[in-house]
């Protein structure tokens, strides 16, 4: 049974910075497209960043490059998201995925993700 269990979320200043973390279990880590995504109340849950677990491969939103920075610990099977110059928009629910396929053949496409956590709550306040 896969897992993926979400953890560091908080409130925060702005232009301060948060970690997320994202552990997974019950799946075979490489080979995954491990995403971020996140939703703000009333829109849609969006893409943040993603990660190819076998190689390391980055992508993200316009909306947080130079800001973001998705990395991984392939030994633990986490993945994490270093917030830093964290904006109020910023705020939503962020969700971890996954999908055993590459990145680039799934992008920001959410309904290809077949797993997903609960998701941690981030707050950036003015």
């Known amino acids: 049974q896969v897992q993926l269990v979400e953890s560091g979320g908080g409130s925060v200043q702005a232009g301060g910075s948060l970690r997320l973390s994202c552990a997974a279990s019950?799946?075979?880590?490489?080979?995954?497209?491990m995403g971020w995504f996140r939703q703000a109340p009333g829109k849609e849950r969006e893409g943040v960043a993603r990660?190819?677990?076998?190689?390391?491969?980055?992508y993200y939103a316009d909306s947080v490059k130079g800001r973001f920075t998705i990395s991984q610990d392939k030994d633990k099977k986490t993945v994490y998201l270093q917030m830093s110059s964290l904006k109020p928009e910023d705020t939503a629910m962020y969700y971890c995925a996954a999908v055993r396929r590459r990145c680039v053949s799934v992008g920001w496409a959410k309904a290809d993700f077949g797993y997903w956590g609960q998701g941690t709550q981030v707050t950036v306040s003015s």
């Open positions: 019950g799946l075979t880590y490489s080979g995954n497209c």
């Open positions: 990660i190819y677990s076998t190689y390391g491969s980055t």
